[in-house]
Nanobody
Framework: QVQLVESGGGLVQAGGSLRLSCGAS????????IGWFRQAPGKEREFVAA????????ICPDSVKGRFTISTDNAKNTVYLQMNSLPPADTALYYC??????????????????WGQGTPVTVFS
């Protein structure tokens, strides 16, 4: 019902910044929470940020707090992940996901019903 497409990934030098975008087709994000996850080779998928679209409340783990910012653009029906001060350890495939279970544990994979295919981020030194 909701198709998600991530964009904005690419190759960036260590210390640089990227802004990832997550767009939805078929539905507005209203009523959803949207999360960003990442998965590096050999590692489990990791939560990096989430936002409740309507309430605007955000969740961010300590590992990226202060460097990553999740935000929305209502007019474009788009969720952004601004990533600053990137170290090589941030290299991963970044996914956006959406759920109507807005008050579930958004740090977990289980609540999310819809997933994009991911956008790769490579940070080189």
């Amino acid at each position: 019902q909701v198709q998600l497409v991530e964009s904005g990934g690419g190759l960036v030098q260590a210390g640089g910044s990227l802004r990832l975008s997550c767009g939805a087709s078929g539905r507005t994000f209203s009523g959803y929470a949207i999360g960003w996850f990442r998965q590096a080779p050999g590692k489990e998928r990791e939560f990096v940020a989430a936002i409740r679209w309507d309430a605007g409340t955000t969740i961010c783990p300590d590992s990226v707090k202060g460097r990553f910012t999740i935000s929305t653009d209502n007019a474009k029906n788009t969720v952004y992940l601004q990533m600053n001060s990137l170290p090589p350890a941030d290299t991963a495939l970044y996914y956006c996901a959406a759920t109507v279970r807005t008050y579930s544990s958004l740090r977990k994979l289980l609540p999310y019903d819809y997933w994009g295919q991911g956008t790769p981020v490579t940070v080189f030194s």
